[in-house]
């Protein structure tokens, strides 16, 4: 008996030995959505926005001027756009175009994919900072429906790209409940 307890011991830790050093290795198939909204959580703390919320014709404006950690909360929508998972690997295709003053990168979700992100764009200047990010997320089920679009634009300071404004525009169905349409515009004020 106490061999079978020490052997399912061990056979517990192996696993869990496995399954934290595949977790701990990171995708990096595409863009860094992801760390490009987190980081912004730490550089725009003390920065106050002016937002603006609507829900179907009921809309409230207020200043903002969160911690990093208020503001990973407030760009969470925008960092839960991240592809780079590892069953996400080769389901996006990527179209680059040339810009008067830079580039872009298209992510187009391939139609046999399941993923809640449908695309993504971003526009780089021509140092290579991100100017601007758009795309799209949607999520369906039998009770549930919910689609956004969400863009953001930012401003090059020492080579580093610095959030200037973000919006979200989308709705949410549940089924025998009424369409909710929502919609959030957020703009830096200094």
């Known amino acids: 008996m106490r061999n079978i307890v020490i052997g399912s011991l061990m056979l517990g830790l192996a696993l869990s030995g496995c399954e934290s050093s595949s977790s701990a290795t990171k995708i990096t198939a595409y863009f860094d959505v992801a760390g490009l909204f987190t980081s912004q959580a730490d550089r725009i703390v003390g920065t106050s926005f002016e937002k603006s919320a609507s829900i179907d014709s009921l809309t409230e404006t207020k200043t903002l001027k969160f911690d990093s950690l208020e503001w990973t909360k407030e760009l969470s929508m925008f960092i839960n756009m991240d592809i780079n998972k590892a069953v996400l690997v080769g389901a996006f295709s990527e179209e680059k175009a040339n810009l008067a003053n830079g580039s872009s990168v298209l992510y187009k979700k391939k139609p046999e994919v399941e993923s809640?992100?449908?695309?993504?764009?971003?526009?780089?200047?021509?140092?290579?900072?991100?100017?601007?990010?758009?795309?799209?997320?949607?999520?369906?089920?039998?009770?549930?429906?919910?689609?956004?679009?969400?863009?953001?634009t930012f401003a090059t300071q020492n080579g580093v790209s610095t959030l200037e404004s973000y919006s979200i525009k989308g709705f949410q169905k549940i089924l025998m409940k009424d369409t909710v349409n929502y919609q959030i515009e957020s703009k830096a004020l200094n």
């Open 116 to 152: 809640g992100v449908q695309w993504m764009k971003l526009e780089y200047d021509s140092q290579g900072n991100v100017v601007a990010f758009s795309g799209r997320f949607e999520e369906e089920n039998a009770l549930y429906q919910n689609s956004r679009e969400l863009s953001a």
